[in-house]
């Protein structure tokens, strides 16, 4: 997983690139929060984001507010690095868009479990994501069911997509996941067994 630091101080900046890089991370670095903008907002984005609060330019919170309006199509996970304490403080930074939040100065044990529960989120919407679209496309392959099926005037059998005759049975099977009971209608009781008596 990419991960994007946002810090202006090179200090704390530095220190967050030590970390995740010993904890096998690749990350992408701003120094302020057009930058951080910028980067979240290209088409190759990380998927975690690690926010100064307060920073030069845009502020980490309005970074937050202006990726989340963009209702971008990819999961984001933000962390905002904050030395704000105050709870009114916290549920701002919440309510603006942000997932979690690590205070200054923080405990690497902290910050370590903090990013893999992100990344434990942007797995499960990935994965929810990838989920949809394969429903998408069956529900999609299934409507093909509705439009025009070459069949054989003769022995009934249908022709797939790859040209391949098959029984009317298997293909249903195949194209809609419905099963089949074999039975003997009335009428062709009578027309085959008319011996057998019929109530």
Known sequence: MKILIAEDSATTRVILEEL????????????????????????????????????????G?????????????FPLYFILLTAKVKNEEIIEGLEAGADDYIIKPFEKGELRARIKAGQRVVGLQLELAKRIKEL????????????????????????????????????????SGARFSHGICPECVKKYY??????
Request: glycine letters at 4%.
């Open 61 to 73: 919170i309005d970074v937050c507010r202006q990726i989340r309006r963009k209702k971008k199509a």
């Open 194 to 199: 008319p011996e057998l008596r019929t109530s």
């Open 20 to 59: 995740l890089e010993e904890w096998g991370y690749t990350f992408i670095s701003a120094t302020n929060g057009n930058e951080a903008l910028e980067v979240l907002s290209s088409d190759d984005a990380p998927n975690l984001a690690i926010l100064d609060w307060i920073m030069p330019g845009i502020e």
């Open 136 to 175: 998408q496309a069956a529900q999609t392959h299934i409507k093909t069911l509705q439009g025009i099926i070459p069949i054989c005037a003769h022995c009934h059998k249908i022709r797939d997509d790859q040209e391949i005759w098959q029984k009317i049975e298997a293909y249903i099977e195949k194209h």
